[in-house]
């Protein structure tokens, strides 16, 4: 099973990235179709910049640690979809780095997943539910946009030229799938924090209208 799944990856890779590569004018283009002047957005903001100030106030090792931490669970997360048992996570003693090991060859959605898949709002979400009849709307909101600024944050701060995983996959991957990739996942927390689950599926619906009315207008201008 875990070599059928790693062909299969294998054979999306390029697909995948030309898709997210032409999504990208319609992921721009649904910023427009949120409501930010509504509550729940002043409150996911709010979430979103408590995350830089107590960034801020803390210690950088801890800082620098978490964000290894999560990097390297995000590998491991991917591992275990794609029926990879997992054998170790270690985080480097000076801060450095990590590294996760698993068993079988694994597959490019497992080394890139750290760069786009904000794994603590998933859990979040899949969690909202039934937290929601414990705690304020509100304070989900603000507890969502807290998640994906750490998200953006982490992101930025492990690309750079010395990162491995890139060369794993290749940096023109990379550079066509991940921009597009993290605009899809900040589109689906944006609508989740709207309407929850019904707001992701209204969202895609929306990109793929886009991408639709996006496509109609460039084959009306060529022919």
Request: charged share 15%.
């Amino acid at each position: 099973m875990q070599r059928v799944i790693n062909q299969v990856i294998e054979l999306l890779k390029w697909p995948a990235a030309l898709f997210m590569l032409v999504s990208l004018p319609a992921l721009f283009q649904s910023l427009a179709w949120f409501k930010f002047m509504q509550l729940k957005y002043f409150a996911m903001f709010g979430g979103f910049f408590i995350y830089f100030i107590s960034k801020s106030m803390s210690d950088a090792s801890l800082k620098a640690n978490m964000q290894i931490l999560a990097h390297e669970l995000t590998h491991a997360f991917f591992a275990l979809l794609t029926f990879h048992k997992v054998k170790s996570i270690k985080l480097a003693e000076d801060d450095s780095g990590g590294s996760m090991s698993f068993e079988g060859e694994g597959n490019w959605l497992i080394v890139v997943a750290p760069y786009f898949f904000p794994l603590f709002a998933f859990f979040l979400m899949l969690f909202v539910p039934l937290l929601g009849h414990f705690i304020p709307a509100l304070l989900i909101n603000a507890i969502i946009g807290y998640l994906l600024a750490y998200h953006l944050d982490t992101v930025a701060s492990q690309i750079h030229d010395k990162q491995t995983d890139f060369a794993k996959v290749s940096a023109k991957f990379c550079w066509m799938f991940l921009p597009g990739a993290n605009l899809w996942v900040i589109g689906f927390l944006l609508a989740f924090n709207s309407k929850q689950w019904l707001g992701v599926q209204q969202y895609q619906k929306l990109v793929f209208w886009l991408m639709d009315k996006n496509w109609q207008y460039v084959k009306n201008l060529i022919f």
